[in-house]
Protein backbone atom coordinates (compact mmCIF):
# COMPACT_ATOMS: atom_id res chain seq x y z
CA UNK A 1 0.00 0.00 0.00
CA UNK A 2 1.15 3.32 -0.75
CA UNK A 3 1.86 6.04 1.99
CA UNK A 4 -0.47 8.72 -0.08
CA UNK A 5 -3.52 6.37 0.64
CA UNK A 6 -3.49 7.14 4.08
CA UNK A 7 -4.31 10.87 4.66
CA UNK A 8 -6.84 10.93 8.25
CA UNK A 9 -9.34 8.86 5.61
CA UNK A 10 -8.24 6.28 3.40
CA UNK A 11 -8.66 6.60 -0.14
CA UNK A 12 -10.89 3.58 -0.60
CA UNK A 13 -10.79 3.52 -4.39
CA UNK A 14 -6.86 2.83 -4.34
CA UNK A 15 -7.31 0.63 -1.78
CA UNK A 16 -9.72 -1.75 -3.07
CA UNK A 17 -7.45 -0.95 -6.77
CA UNK A 18 -4.34 -2.51 -5.28
CA UNK A 19 -5.84 -4.56 -2.54
CA UNK A 20 -4.47 -7.80 -2.01
CA UNK A 21 -5.48 -11.02 0.44
CA UNK A 22 -4.35 -9.17 3.67
CA UNK A 23 -5.84 -5.82 2.37
CA UNK A 24 -9.24 -7.79 1.83
CA UNK A 25 -9.24 -9.33 5.27
CA UNK A 26 -8.73 -6.56 7.01
CA UNK A 27 -11.65 -4.80 5.54
CA UNK A 28 -14.03 -7.87 6.14
CA UNK A 29 -14.07 -8.17 9.43
CA UNK A 30 -18.34 -8.32 9.41
CA UNK A 31 -17.87 -11.29 7.67
CA UNK A 32 -16.17 -13.35 10.77
CA UNK A 33 -17.04 -10.59 13.49
CA UNK A 34 -20.96 -9.26 12.81
CA UNK A 35 -22.58 -12.06 10.62
CA UNK A 36 -23.81 -14.14 13.82
CA UNK A 37 -25.11 -11.66 15.42
CA UNK A 38 -27.09 -10.06 12.51
CA UNK A 39 -28.86 -12.74 11.97
CA UNK A 40 -29.72 -13.60 15.97
CA UNK A 41 -30.77 -9.89 15.85
CA UNK A 42 -33.01 -10.01 12.50
CA UNK A 43 -34.46 -13.40 14.68
CA UNK A 44 -35.43 -11.45 17.73
CA UNK A 45 -36.89 -8.12 15.85
CA UNK A 46 -38.39 -9.85 12.80
CA UNK A 47 -37.11 -10.03 9.26
CA UNK A 48 -36.54 -6.45 7.68
CA UNK A 49 -38.64 -5.99 4.11
CA UNK A 50 -35.33 -3.53 3.15
CA UNK A 51 -31.59 -3.50 4.27
CA UNK A 52 -29.03 -1.50 4.14
CA UNK A 53 -25.33 -1.48 4.93
CA UNK A 54 -23.31 1.14 4.12
CA UNK A 55 -19.55 0.95 4.13
CA UNK A 56 -19.91 -2.59 3.03
CA UNK A 57 -16.64 -3.73 1.49
CA UNK A 58 -16.87 -6.88 0.00
CA UNK A 59 -20.30 -7.01 0.93
CA UNK A 60 -19.98 -10.05 4.07
CA UNK A 61 -23.67 -8.51 5.38
CA UNK A 62 -25.51 -7.56 2.48
CA UNK A 63 -24.69 -11.39 0.68
CA UNK A 64 -25.60 -13.27 4.16
CA UNK A 65 -28.58 -11.36 4.65
CA UNK A 66 -29.96 -11.54 0.50
CA UNK A 67 -29.34 -15.87 1.08
CA UNK A 68 -31.28 -15.57 4.54
CA UNK A 69 -33.73 -13.96 3.46
CA UNK A 70 -34.94 -14.16 -0.13
CA UNK A 71 -37.90 -11.72 -0.48
CA UNK A 72 -35.76 -8.74 1.41
CA UNK A 73 -34.68 -5.98 -0.70
CA UNK A 74 -30.61 -5.50 0.10
CA UNK A 75 -28.71 -2.52 -0.65
CA UNK A 76 -24.93 -2.50 -0.19
CA UNK A 77 -23.24 0.94 -0.19
CA UNK A 78 -20.04 2.01 -0.34
CA UNK A 79 -17.45 4.77 -1.52
CA UNK A 80 -15.39 2.97 -3.49
CA UNK A 81 -16.48 1.87 -7.24
CA UNK A 82 -13.92 -0.60 -7.48
CA UNK A 83 -15.71 -3.16 -4.56
CA UNK A 84 -19.03 -2.34 -5.39
CA UNK A 85 -18.29 -3.56 -9.21
CA UNK A 86 -17.14 -7.11 -7.66
CA UNK A 87 -19.74 -6.79 -5.52
CA UNK A 88 -22.46 -6.20 -8.46
CA UNK A 89 -20.34 -8.76 -10.17
CA UNK A 90 -20.75 -11.61 -7.49
CA UNK A 91 -24.30 -10.54 -7.14
CA UNK A 92 -25.29 -11.56 -10.52
CA UNK A 93 -23.01 -14.66 -10.78
CA UNK A 94 -24.90 -16.35 -8.04
CA UNK A 95 -28.52 -14.99 -9.67
CA UNK A 96 -29.12 -12.80 -6.28
CA UNK A 97 -32.36 -10.41 -7.70
CA UNK A 98 -32.83 -9.10 -4.57
CA UNK A 99 -29.42 -7.39 -4.66
CA UNK A 100 -28.03 -3.85 -5.54
CA UNK A 101 -24.95 -2.00 -4.92
CA UNK A 102 -24.74 1.87 -4.70
CA UNK A 103 -22.30 4.68 -4.14
CA UNK A 104 -22.48 7.25 -1.31
CA UNK A 105 -19.89 8.78 0.52
CA UNK A 106 -20.29 9.33 4.19
CA UNK A 107 -21.12 11.71 6.15
CA UNK A 108 -23.58 12.42 3.25
CA UNK A 109 -26.14 9.75 2.78
CA UNK A 110 -29.32 10.52 1.00
CA UNK A 111 -30.86 7.39 -0.72
CA UNK A 112 -33.95 7.52 -2.83
CA UNK A 113 -35.90 5.66 -0.28
CA UNK A 114 -36.19 4.48 3.58
CA UNK A 115 -34.87 0.85 4.96
CA UNK A 116 -36.14 -0.97 7.89
CA UNK A 117 -32.50 -1.74 9.15
CA UNK A 118 -29.80 0.29 8.47
CA UNK A 119 -26.44 -0.98 9.62
CA UNK A 120 -22.85 0.64 9.75
CA UNK A 121 -20.07 -1.67 10.71
CA UNK A 122 -16.21 -0.71 11.02
CA UNK A 123 -16.94 2.52 8.64
CA UNK A 124 -17.86 5.42 11.46
CA UNK A 125 -13.40 5.49 12.47
CA UNK A 126 -12.92 6.47 8.95
CA UNK A 127 -15.65 9.45 8.62
CA UNK A 128 -14.81 13.09 10.32
CA UNK A 129 -18.37 14.40 10.55
CA UNK A 130 -19.51 11.37 12.43
CA UNK A 131 -22.13 13.47 14.33
CA UNK A 132 -23.79 14.47 10.38
CA UNK A 133 -22.97 11.05 9.38
CA UNK A 134 -25.19 9.27 12.43
CA UNK A 135 -28.04 11.82 11.45
CA UNK A 136 -28.03 10.76 7.76
CA UNK A 137 -28.16 7.45 8.33
CA UNK A 138 -30.75 7.58 11.31
CA UNK A 139 -33.01 9.95 8.44
CA UNK A 140 -32.74 7.37 6.23
CA UNK A 141 -34.78 4.96 8.41
CA UNK A 142 -38.20 3.59 8.83
CA UNK A 143 -39.96 4.55 11.45
CA UNK A 144 -39.86 1.20 13.28
CA UNK A 145 -36.47 0.22 11.91
CA UNK A 146 -33.38 -0.01 13.47
CA UNK A 147 -30.03 1.86 12.80
CA UNK A 148 -26.96 -0.61 13.72
CA UNK A 149 -23.29 0.08 13.74
CA UNK A 150 -19.95 -0.10 15.43
CA UNK A 151 -18.08 2.81 17.01
CA UNK A 152 -15.02 3.22 18.50
CA UNK A 153 -14.83 4.74 22.74
CA UNK A 154 -12.45 6.43 24.28
CA UNK A 155 -10.87 3.52 25.64
CA UNK A 156 -10.46 1.99 22.36
CA UNK A 157 -8.47 5.69 21.42
CA UNK A 158 -5.86 4.19 24.48
CA UNK A 159 -5.00 0.89 22.75
CA UNK A 160 -4.63 2.62 20.04
CA UNK A 161 -2.66 4.95 21.07
CA UNK A 162 -0.12 2.44 22.77
CA UNK A 163 -0.48 0.59 19.64
CA UNK A 164 0.78 3.80 17.41
CA UNK A 165 4.03 4.14 19.82
CA UNK A 166 5.10 0.49 19.41
CA UNK A 167 3.14 -1.03 16.45
CA UNK A 168 5.93 -3.14 15.49
CA UNK A 169 5.79 -4.69 18.81
CA UNK A 170 2.06 -4.61 18.67
CA UNK A 171 1.43 -5.87 15.10
CA UNK A 172 3.19 -8.68 13.74
CA UNK A 173 2.87 -10.50 10.63
CA UNK A 174 -0.42 -12.10 11.29
CA UNK A 175 -2.13 -8.52 12.06
CA UNK A 176 -4.48 -7.14 9.46
CA UNK A 177 -3.13 -3.67 10.06
CA UNK A 178 0.11 -2.65 8.59
CA UNK A 179 2.59 -1.74 11.65
CA UNK A 180 4.21 1.21 8.97
CA UNK A 181 0.88 2.47 8.54
CA UNK A 182 -1.07 2.19 11.53
CA UNK A 183 -0.99 5.94 12.74
CA UNK A 184 -1.91 7.22 9.21
CA UNK A 185 -4.68 5.02 8.81
CA UNK A 186 -6.16 6.06 12.38
CA UNK A 187 -5.23 9.43 12.29
CA UNK A 188 -9.15 10.56 13.03
CA UNK A 189 -9.76 7.93 16.11
CA UNK A 190 -5.95 8.98 17.37
CA UNK A 191 -6.79 12.39 17.51
CA UNK A 192 -10.25 12.01 19.08
CA UNK A 193 -11.84 13.40 16.20
CA UNK A 194 -14.94 10.43 15.66
CA UNK A 195 -14.76 8.34 19.01
CA UNK A 196 -18.48 7.81 20.32
CA UNK A 197 -20.11 6.80 23.53
CA UNK A 198 -24.01 6.03 24.49
CA UNK A 199 -24.54 9.78 25.66
CA UNK A 200 -22.81 11.37 22.42
CA UNK A 201 -25.08 9.07 20.46
CA UNK A 202 -28.01 10.20 22.43
CA UNK A 203 -27.24 13.71 22.11
CA UNK A 204 -26.89 13.54 18.32
CA UNK A 205 -29.98 11.19 17.50
CA UNK A 206 -32.09 12.15 20.85
CA UNK A 207 -32.16 8.34 21.23
CA UNK A 208 -30.45 5.99 23.58
CA UNK A 209 -28.39 2.87 21.61
CA UNK A 210 -29.12 -0.20 23.22
CA UNK A 211 -26.27 -3.08 23.14
CA UNK A 212 -26.94 -5.42 20.34
CA UNK A 213 -25.96 -8.61 23.02
CA UNK A 214 -29.05 -7.70 25.01
CA UNK A 215 -30.84 -9.08 21.73
CA UNK A 216 -28.37 -11.70 20.30
CA UNK A 217 -27.58 -13.10 23.65
CA UNK A 218 -26.42 -16.69 21.71
CA UNK A 219 -23.84 -15.42 19.29
CA UNK A 220 -20.04 -15.15 20.43
CA UNK A 221 -18.84 -11.20 21.19
CA UNK A 222 -16.28 -10.48 19.32
CA UNK A 223 -12.58 -10.03 21.82
CA UNK A 224 -13.35 -5.78 20.71
CA UNK A 225 -17.06 -5.53 22.15
CA UNK A 226 -16.34 -3.12 25.00
CA UNK A 227 -13.56 -0.47 23.04
CA UNK A 228 -16.07 -1.06 20.09
CA UNK A 229 -19.49 -1.79 20.68
CA UNK A 230 -21.78 -3.20 18.43
CA UNK A 231 -24.86 -1.00 19.14
CA UNK A 232 -28.38 -0.42 17.61
CA UNK A 233 -30.70 2.57 17.85
CA UNK A 234 -34.38 1.92 17.33
CA UNK A 235 -36.01 4.68 15.69
Known sequence: MSDSLYDGTIDWTRYWEDADRNDRKDASASADLIVGPLREFFEQRGVPGSYADV???PGAAVFETAEWY????????DSAEPILEE????AHRGLRGNISFERTVLPEFDPDQQFDVISAFYTLCYVDEV?????????AVAPGGYLLFTYHNRYAQSIFESIAESPHE?????SPWDP????DRFELLLAGE???SYRRI???LETWPQSIWSIAGKADRYDAWRQNPLVFVPK
Request: glycine letters at 8%; a negative charge; charged letters at 25%.
Open 170 to 174: YLDET
Open 131 to 139: DQALVNLFD
Open 180 to 183: DHFA
Open 70 to 77: PETTVVGY
Open 55 to 57: GCG
Open 194 to 196: NLL
Open 202 to 204: HDV
Open 87 to 90: NREK
